[in-house]
């Protein structure tokens, strides 16, 4: 197991850009299953560990993948597809594995999906993606950790989601889109990533209407065509960056990606006393000072992410005053607490809210990375803390950044990567 060893008290400076949206690729990934003839390619891919699975995944199905690094295109081809049967192995590591249900459903009439369990950031069951299918007329029976998906044709109907899901809202856009008649979706997932994945099928030939919106019409068509495809740039990974550079006091453009898709961190972030400046692909964010403290909610699209909620976090544990932060959208999501109260940060939970108490400085010490987004935080947090801090279980990290070490480094700090 690899980990990074940081040294803080260096504040990052320069331009750095950011690649294709994991979450929007993963399902796109997923989408390329339901074409029976030809491929799709798609580009400014990042080499993460949560790609590499899920095209394991997909090989393991009876697909095809070339991933050429050089170029960070992906190209999948599906004619092959034959086993509608995705493992507990592969989907236990990675709940998105998930997401091959709607695709798989779709093609073959069946499928048999091992149920992915709960996770380090919370119980994130499946019932919302289960109710959608149902409704498409697909009979659904629990197996041994399995779930049956089954339909001889799936027909159109309105979804009701009691809370947008990200992914429920892409399986059940690919459930629909060859589905007999017309498919509602009402109270969908509004993210960027949804979004662009309405893009990505309706490229492929889909009618896919109102996505990024919690109204989402999905018209079936009775088969879909290759398609060649760009996704949009990680909302996620340009956040980290620019939290990096507001702790340090740094000075950092992001390019890439659409400031529109960070609205609301951006907000924080000045209120917190950055100096942001965009266009319509950069981000410049300036820091003089100590951060100010700040108040936030994490909430689904458009509201403040929870994938920034640990890394807004790290910013308030060495701003003045006391930070409030509440999460509302995974019930488990602050593995990081614990982490950042070994580095001096003073933080008390109470329920879904944080009190985040500013102090005048991190101290380096050993720590866990518990999920993707927590791993990031705390390496952001050794990059202000007195010292050295090591992050262990940096594989998490791995899932969905590429060579986190790497970016920083290009940024000014000091971080390595070593076997643990
Ligand atoms: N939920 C249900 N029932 C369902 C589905 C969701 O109760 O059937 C609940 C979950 O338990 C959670 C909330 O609804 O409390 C939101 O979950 P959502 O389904 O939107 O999350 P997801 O689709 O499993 C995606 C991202 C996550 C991101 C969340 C929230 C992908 C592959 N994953 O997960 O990304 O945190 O949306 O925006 O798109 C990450 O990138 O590090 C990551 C965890």
Redesign the pocket.
């Known amino acids: 197991m690899d980990k990074f060893v940081v040294r803080g008290g260096i504040e990052l400076n320069g331009s750095i850009s950011v690649r294709g949206a994991?979450?929007a690729i993963?399902p796109m990934i997923a989408g390329a299953l339901l074409l029976e003839k030809g491929e799709c390619i798609i580009h400014n891919v990042p080499d993460i560990s949560d790609i590499r699975n899920f095209l394991s995944l997909i090989e393991l199905l009876g697909a095809k993948s070339r991933f050429n690094t050089e170029e960070r295109t992906l190209i999948i081809n599906a004619e092959n597809l034959s086993n509608p049967e995705a493992p507990y192995d592969i989907v236990r590591k990675m709940?998105?594995s998930f997401l091959v249900t709607g695709a798989l459903l779709a093609r073959f009439g069946h499928a048999m999906v091992a149920l992915p369990g709960g996770c380090s950031?919370?119980?994130?069951?499946?019932?919302?993606?289960i109710e959608g299918f149902k409704r498409l007329g697909a009979k659904i029976t629990e197996e041994k950790g399995y779930i049956l998906a089954q339909a001889d044709k799936l027909k159109g109907k309105t979804i009701y989601f009691d809370?947008?899901?990200?992914?429920?809202t892409e399986n059940i856009m690919m459930a629909a889109a060859n589905a007999e008649g017309t498919t509602r979706i009402i109270n969908a997932?509004c993210?960027p990533?949804v979004k662009s994945f309405a893009d990505f099928l309706n490229s492929m030939g889909a009618k896919i209407y109102g996505a990024g919106t919690p109204y989402i019409m999905i018209e079936g068509v009775p088969s879909l065509s290759p398609t060649e495809f760009t996704p949009i740039g990680d909302r996620?990974e340009a956040g980290t960056y620019l939290y990096g550079a507001l702790i340090t006091g740094g000075d950092i453009e992001v390019s890439g990606v659409d400031p529109q898709h960070l609205e609301f961190p951006l907000l924080k972030m000045r209120e917190m006393g950055a100096e942001i400046k965009t266009t319509s692909s950069t981000i410049r964010l300036r820091m003089r000072g100590k951060p100010k403290s700040v108040n936030l909610t994490t909430f689904p699209y458009p509201g403040f992410?929870?994938?920034l909620q640990p890394m807004a976090m790290v910013a308030a544990t060495i701003c003045d005053g006391t930070s409030y932060i509440r999460e509302t959208?995974?019930?488990n999501r602050f593995n990081h607490v614990m982490e950042l109260i070994r580095l001096g940060g003073m933080i008390a939970v109470a329920g879904d809210t944080a009190t985040v108490t500013g102090t005048e400085k991190l101290r380096g010490a050993e720590v866990m990375a518990s999920?993707?987004?927590a791993g990031a935080a705390l390496t952001l947090a050794g990059l202000v803390a007195d010292g050295k801090t090591e992050i262990l279980r940096v594989y998490h990290i791995d899932r969905?950044y590429e060579r986190l070490e790497e970016k920083l480094s290009s940024l000014g700090a000091s971080i390595e990567r070593t076997q643990q």
């Open positions: 994991k979450n993963l709940r998105a950031i919370g119980a994130r069951p499946v019932n919302l993606h809370r947008p899901s990200h992914t429920g997932a993210d990533e996620l992410p929870t994938d959208v995974f019930e999920d993707i987004r969905g």
